[in-house]
């Protein structure tokens, strides 16, 4: 039972563009949702995150939107440089992990940055 | 800054063998996790520890065994190796419940 699930397993997109990646969840007691990027070779590093009580958070080039009516989320990139070239993985947590951070990984979406 | 160092980076391990992969943080964090990664999938929660002493189970504990008596570290151990355990394991901390997990960069394991 796939919990958080990234539908695109790619995207490619021209530098300058928008980059706008997906995902979905079926869990309606995720109360926390984060972003990771991840390069070939090394592990993820954090991106951005938003709690369920937002619907937007913006940092730099990064915006991550929540639609919790639909159970979405998206990661916005503008503009969209080649460095943005990565796997992307979408997580969630609920408030019942306690203290803990017991993150629910989506299978992951390879972004493609094209000079 | 060292962060979250994973040792070792690849092994290859024969069905029945034990192993200790080794993670160390320098952060000072409370919290640490271990997860796998499969071919194509998501990352899964092996094992997770609130602070030395204390080690509860994630998503998919079988087959392993950790223990945490120092801050600064956390190894997981394979007691008898099978192929299913071929993943590349990550291990990570943060220094909130639920903050942002750092992670390191990972020990691909073989069982053959």
């Known amino acids: 039972d796939q919990q958080v699930k990234q539908n695109s397993p790619s995207l490619s997109v021209q530098e300058g563009r928008i980059s706008i990646l997906n995902c979905d969840y079926t869990n309606s007691m995720f109360d926390y949702f984060l972003w990771y990027k991840k390069y070939p070779a090394e592990g993820p590093t954090f991106l951005i995150s938003?709690?369920?009580?937002?619907d937007k958070n913006e940092d730099g080039r990064f915006t991550v939107f929540l639609n919790k009516s639909a159970k979405h989320l998206s990661l916005h990139i503008v503009p969209s440089q080649p460095g943005d070239s990565a796997v992307y993985f979408c997580a969630a947590s609920t408030a019942d992990g306690g203290a803990t951070n017991k993150l629910i990984f989506g299978t992951g979406t390879l972004l493609a940055v094209q000079p | 800054n060292a962060g979250v160092t994973q040792t070792p980076k690849f092994r290859i391990l024969k069905i029945g063998q034990s192993m200790t992969l080794q993670c160390a943080q320098d952060?000072?964090?409370?919290?640490m996790y271990w997860y796998r990664q499969d071919p194509g999938m998501g990352l899964k929660l092996i094992y997770y520890?609130?602070?030395?002493?204390?080690?509860d189970k994630g998503e998919v504990p079988n087959g392993y065994n950790v223990s945490r008596s120092t801050t600064e570290d956390f190894p997981l151990r394979l007691e008898l190796a099978a192929p299913s355990q071929t993943s590349v394991y990550f291990c990570a901390s943060s220094g909130q419940g639920r903050g942002a997990q750092h992670f390191g960069d990972g020990t691909r394991l073989s069982i053959l």
């Open positions: 938003i709690s369920s009580i937002k």
């Open positions: 520890s609130v602070g030395a002493g204390i080690t």
């Open positions: 952060m000072n964090h409370n919290y």
